[in-house]
């Protein structure tokens, strides 16, 4: 990797470079976040309360764990969206070398070198469609290493970790850290059994990464936590930067606490959504999907040899889904798009198995 591609900074969710829409409408399936937007007011946000400082730490992040999942608080070190928390802790922790799922969110590995820890990767394989090898596999690809990092549910393969295994994993290397994105997590039909938030406690090298950026559809407050044992978050502490949580986050993360009717509903519209599409396209020869555990769905087209056919179709059509052949295992033809409402979900299966059938036709 070279240091001009380690600093630059690239995000799906950003049509408007790639295909010059110049302010059209458009469908974006390319961001991986909630569909409905919570019933928060800015109450309470007036021109006193943005004149004050946060708190030094972002309280109100804590609050909202503390309240919601029971979690001590001093397990919950709130942080600017998941991702400081993925810069922070190879920084803070000083790891050597990690080993990474493959493919996987890019900002992992860049955050490994950024604080000079090398990195090796465990491959996710095409032919398994993606899915985590078996335990003994996974362990190992652990020696010489200081730490995983894995995600449940990973993106953007859609691929589970069963937290029975990550915990089994610990308990059978103690020296090494194990750090889990749970950044989808509360999209998955089993939370929050399957979350690690609880296990934290007895696992002190297990780290939880979490966010509330996707469930909550608010991106743009960058509102998560590292969810760790005290002693590892009184040493990560050491290590962050101050008021990283401005006020307004900390005042949403607290209004979240009354969203309960909203998480149902949520939850409910991705369950039957997500079976939805699962119908309608599995076993349609020209798109393949491949993982789905979370509310987006991994697939391949192969309907012909260059995705941009279809990236291209889709555009036209008002619809904009992410291009997945920048990640390494992904390069054949891999696009990812999110589960939305469900008329915008009807229109993006309608344009897919059109574009489908459109190049079937052409290749007779």
Known sequence: MTRENLYHHEHGGAPERRFNLNGEPILDFSVSISPLSPPITNAGLDTFSVHRYPSIDGNGINDFYRERYGLDQSTVLPVNGAIEG???????????????????????????????????????????????????????????????????????????????????????????????????????????????????????????????????????????????????????????????????????????????DFERELRMLIATERAKIFRKLNGIPEIMLKGHAANFFLAQWNAGPDLDDLLFYLVKKGIYVRDCRNFSG???????????????????????????????ACAQ
């Open 330 to 360: 992904l390069e054949e033809n891999y696009f990812r798009f999110a589960v939305r409402k469900p008329e915008e979900n009807d229109y993006l299966l309608q344009q897919l198995m059109l574009a489908g059938r459109d190049a079937a």
């Open 86 to 260: 993925i810069y922070l802790i190879p920084r803070a922790l000083g790891i050597k070398k990690a080993a990474l799922l493959a493919p996987s969110f890019f900002d992992y590995e860049r955050a490994c070198r950024i604080a000079g820890t090398s990195v090796q990767f465990l491959k996710l394989e095409e032919h398994e469609r993606f899915m985590l090898p078996g335990i003994e596999t996974i362990a190992d690809n652990l020696r010489g290493v200081d730490a995983l990092v894995a995600a449940n549910p990973n993106n953007p393969t859609g691929t589970g970790f069963p937290k029975e295994i990550f915990l089994a994993l610990a308990s059978r290397f103690p020296e090494k850290w194990f750090i889990m994105d749970e950044a989808f997590i509360q999209f998955v039909d089993d939370f929050p059994d399957a979350s690690l938030m609880r296990d934290v406690r007895a696992m002190k090298n297990v780290i939880v990464v979490h966010s509330l950026t996707k469930f909550y559809a608010l991106p743009g407050l960058r509102l998560g936590a590292i969810i760790a044992h005290p002693e590892v978050n009184r040493f990560l502490l050491g290590y962050k930067e101050p008021w990283t949580i401005n006020i307004v986050a900390e005042k949403v993360a607290r209004d979240l606490l009354r969203c309960g």
